[in-house]
Antibody
Framework: EVQLVQSGAEVKKPGEPLKISCKGS????????IGWVRQMPGKGLEWMGV????????AYHPSFQGQITISADKSLSTAYLQWSSLKASDSAIYYC???????????WGQGTQVIVS | DIQMTQSPSSLSASVGDRVTITCRAS??????LTWYQQKPGKAPRLLIF???TLQSGVPSRFSGAGSGTDFTLTINSLQPDDFATYYC?????????FGPGTTLDIK
């Protein structure tokens, strides 16, 4: 079964670093783009960026470029989203998703809630 | 960036109704348009990709149409499980922006 399992909820203080994870199983992780999507409380979905684990090629939304780092370890079938210094405005649910054929997120993780306060 | 808009932003309907949600791109995106459904507290679910292809397991009462800049998602004979928020997304050019969403609730 194809699955993306994300790390658990985090409560952090402003200025702290954070790295959350997304582990894939049931498919060849290294050959799919993996994306990250933000959903702020009560708001819509925001495409943040994607990574191709096989060679770590990445693409970021301009709004998030420089604010986040997307990485992956193909040997662990895991993608990561990290911040070097959190802000209160980073409080949101973050979803990872598998990008199939470059035109759809066909499998999603369960989401990781990040609270910065 | 390609900007996406959706209308209406919210919609009230009854079980058995037929509803249509519209999505518009700020420039032509061919048929690179995807639709998702999201329920409160849950991850989004893929419904339709490349404008009109139904994802496996999605009921046939859902259909998508359009090309270029204007797209629609139609739900025939609404079921109680369909009340949710619907998002479109363009996958023509990075960043693959989502629309703002349309919330469908029970009248």
């Amino acid at each position: 079964e194809v699955q993306l399992v994300q790390s658990g909820a985090e409560v952090k203080k402003p200025g702290e670093p954070l790295k959350i994870s997304c582990k894939g199983s049931g498919f060849k992780f290294s050959t799919y783009w993996i994306g990250w999507v933000r959903q702020m409380p009560g708001k819509g979905l925001e495409w943040m960026g994607v990574i191709y684990p096989n060679d770590s090629d990445t693409a970021y939304h301009p709004s998030f470029q420089g604010q986040i780092t997307i990485s992956a370890d193909k040997s662990l079938s895991t993608a990561y989203l990290q911040w070097s210094s959190l802000k209160a405005s980073d409080s949101a649910i973050y979803y990872c998703a598998r990008d199939s054929a470059g035109n759809r997120f066909d499998r999603w993780g369960q989401g990781t809630q990040v609270i910065v306060s | 960036d390609i900007q996406m808009t959706q209308s209406p932003s919210s919609l009230s309907a009854s079980v058995g109704d037929r509803v249509t949600i519209t999505c518009r791109a700020s420039q032509s995106i061919g048929n690179y348009l995807t639709w998702y459904q999201q329920k409160p507290g849950k991850a989004p679910r893929l419904l339709i990709f490349v404008a009109s292809t139904l994802q496996s397991g999605v009921p046939s009462r859902f259909s998508g149409a359009g090309s270029g800049t204007d797209f629609t998602l139609t739900i025939n004979s609404l079921q109680p499980d369909d009340f949710a928020t619907y998002y479109c997304q363009q996958t023509y050019r990075v960043p693959h922006n989502f629309g703002p969403g349309t919330t469908l609730d029970i009248k």
